[in-house]
């Protein structure tokens, strides 16, 4: 398992457990539970004045691994590292297409709150990679930033 990879994996599964009492037990890995995320990150954005900056990045990286590893659960693909600010990116459909998705800055600016408009919502944001994930276009190039 590449250290990326694991590194995914693992701050993925911690998810899990830092919010098991929250979520109920939801958080599975399922792309139905994107909706408990979004529904947490909600919650938290009201906190998020009274946060440091370290829970603030830890609670990104949380989420934002949690959601690379719906993605990869269900279209499987690999992982790369962008830098970091954006962080690790999940790629699927190579080699004949490359539908990617990074998650850090996009969990980021759903905490914050600063869109205002919706366009964060992380089940919608999601919808977006999984519909070019699931039909794979031959030859597109496309990052769900």
């Not at 459909?93 to 914050?112: C, D, K, M, Q, V």
């Amino acid at each position: 398992m590449t250290t990326i990879l694991q590194d995914v994996v693992d701050t993925a599964k911690r998810a899990i457990e830092t919010f098991h009492d929250r979520s109920s037990g939801r958080l599975d890995f399922s792309e139905n539970s994107l909706s408990i995320v979004e529904e947490m990150l909600a919650e938290a954005s009201g906190y998020l004045d009274e946060m440091s900056q370290a829970e603030t990045s830890s609670l990104v990286q949380l989420f934002a691994c949690y959601v690379l590893e719906v993605a990869r659960t269900r279209y499987g693909g690999e992982y790369a590292w962008l830098d970091e600010e954006r962080g690790p990116v999940l790629v699927v459909g190579e080699p004949e297409t490359h539908i990617a998705i990074a998650t850090w800055a996009r969990i980021r600016s759903r905490l914050s709150g600063l869109s205002g408009d919706g366009a964060d919502n992380i089940p919608f944001f999601y919808r977006g990679f999984s519909d070019m994930a699931s039909t794979l276009p031959n030859g597109k190039r496309t990052l769900f930033v």
